[in-house]
């Protein structure tokens, strides 16, 4: 049974250039959240999806980032124009269901780590 | 704002001994706490977790205690052991689906 799938797992870009962080959910895991580490920094929330809809965006920056998670396929996370600001780590997390944050927690995947240059 | 502090950067204790760990949070809407452990080059991996209206929660070597009226809370590994060495976060909920995490602090367990 795999668990949260992200890839690539390091990622560099130069400025100016966009970002595609992939992530697929454990099998039968229908929520995603994307939460961004910077560094010496805890995890930060960015957005939580369902299947085919953005629950809450409310950790997003305004402008150059967007997030999605299709009927099929992985949710992607999309940073336009990167700066060197967007230099961290992007973890995605699922659940199967609403509760993610109570008895059991999310699943994490293992991260990609961003560099811009 | 930070939420969720844990102010301890850093924690080394004794292979078999008590290791303790701290967290305080400010927002009084919070009423779900969890802790992640975080190996390098991995993601967070789910604890323990213990709701407001509990003050103690228990599994296994893991135990989290839970102070409302200090808006604190702790974990408490015993005995520890080498692999319990990893950077453990702090996390806080106010029962939707976003968690507001603290900045980590790092377990060393010296042999």
Redesign the interface.
């Known amino acids: 049974n795999a668990g949260?799938m992200q890839n690539p797992r390091h990622l560099v870009r130069r400025r100016g250039q966009e970002a595609r962080l992939r992530c697929s959910p454990m099998k039968g895991h229908s929520?995603v959240?994307w939460?961004r580490q910077l560094p010496?920094?805890?995890?930060?929330?960015m957005v939580?999806l369902q299947k085919e809809n953005i629950?809450?965006e409310?950790?997003m920056p305004k402008e150059r980032f967007s997030a999605e998670f299709p009927k099929e396929g992985p949710s992607i996370l999309r940073i336009q124009q990167v700066v060197r600001g967007d230099s961290a780590a992007y973890?995605c997390?699922s659940?199967p269901s609403?509760g993610?944050?109570?008895?059991?927690?999310?699943?994490?995947?293992?991260?990609t780590r961003l560099t811009v240059v | 704002d930070q939420q969720?502090k844990?102010n301890s950067p850093s924690l080394s204790v004794q292979e078999g001994r008590i290791s303790i760990l701290n967290c305080d949070y400010t927002n009084s809407m919070f009423d779900?706490f969890?802790w992640?452990k975080k190996y390098p080059?991995?993601?967070?991996?789910?604890l323990i977790?213990i709701?407001s209206i509990k003050d103690k929660n228990e599994d296994g070597r893991f135990t989290v205690f839970l102070n409302k009226s200090a808006k604190h809370l702790s974990l408490h590994i015993v005995p520890s052991q080498p692999g319990d060495s990893a950077v453990y976060?702090c996390?806080a909920?106010e029962?939707?689906?976003?968690?507001?995490?603290?900045?980590?602090t790092r377990l060393t367990i010296i042999p």
């Open positions: 949260v929520h959240y939460y010496e920094e805890g995890l930060k929330f939580y629950i809450d409310s950790g973890f997390a659940s609403f993610g944050t109570t008895n059991y927690g999310y699943t994490f995947g293992s991260g | 969720v844990q779900y969890l992640y080059a991995e993601g967070p991996t789910f977790s709701s976060f996390a909920s029962g939707n689906e976003k968690l507001t995490f603290g900045t980590g």
